[in-house]
């Protein structure tokens, strides 16, 4: 089980049996890697009391919910199978500029200042819920975040600016996991990328250039069509995107 340095469980229950059972697996061979939609490591860096509330509320960060199953860092098969899919490529510590150039990230002074009791009317103790979010905001000021991490933990905070001890659990999960899903969209819509060249993966991009790309259809090999699969990877189609599901709802 993979631990981090704090001693947090990296460990994704199901996750392994998710992969071997994956759509792209069976009819690909695509080699699989789980991506926490929320970053694992913001967890890591909320106050004490936070994680409590979280655990209270049965919410893990390490929930199908927060995952979404996308082809692995491997640069041959897992390229190439995103590539033909249009699918995002799990790639690198999602830390270059081009993943977030699409957004206008809030300033540090946005995301950093002091909450009021009185923006927490919504529910709960608000002064205690300030001292909370406070507590938290300073906590994760001291660890900066760069690029989709930094978006990510923009997020996270404005969806904790909602959450109470008050709140019935599957009220207060609900909030994360939709904050999960959100996150999600976004990576299918390439509005967010996980790496700087991410956008080659897009409807509109170059593909992955490899010698048997063939404008991105890569018709050497014996995979499917997307026709074919569209429904074990995907919820819905707009315009030229498919929308991912979360692996909870694979």
């Not at 790309?213 to 498919?242: D, M, R």
Request: hydrophobic residues 30%; glycine residues 4%; proline residues 4%.
């Amino acid at each position: 089980m993979s631990m981090s340095n704090n001693g947090f469980s990296r460990h994704v229950s199901g996750e392994a049996l998710l992969k071997a059972n994956h759509i792209l697996a069976e009819k690909c061979d695509c080699p699989l890697t789980g991506h926490h939609l929320i970053s694992f490591n913001l967890f890591e860096k909320l106050s004490t009391q936070r994680t409590e509330q979280m655990r209270n509320k049965e919410y893990s960060w390490n929930s199908l919910d927060n995952i979404v199953i996308l082809p692995s860092s491997d640069k041959g098969t897992a390229k190439k199978v995103a590539c033909k899919y249009r699918l995002p490529w799990h790639s690198s510590g999602h830390t270059g500029r081009n993943t977030v150039s699409k957004l206008n990230l809030k300033s540090d002074e946005q995301v950093y200042s002091n909450s009021k009791p009185t923006s927490m009317l919504n529910g709960g103790n608000p002064m205690k819920r300030a001292s909370m979010l406070n507590r938290d905001k300073n906590k994760i000021k001291a660890y900066p975040s760069k690029a989709y991490h930094k978006f990510v933990k923009q997020e996270l905070l404005e969806t904790l600016e909602k959450l109470h001890c008050e709140m019935p659990p599957p009220v207060y999960r609900k909030e994360l996991n939709d904050l999960s899903e959100r996150i999600c969209d976004m990576i299918s819509e390439f509005t967010i990328l996980l790496h700087n060249t991410g956008d080659d993966f897009s409807p509109k991009g170059n593909g992955c250039r490899s010698s048997d790309c063939q404008v991105i259809t890569h018709n050497t090999t014996t995979w499917p069509e997307i026709e074919e699969i569209w429904s074990g990877l995907f919820y819905k189609k707009a315009l030229k995107f498919n929308y991912l599901k979360v692996a909870s709802k694979l």
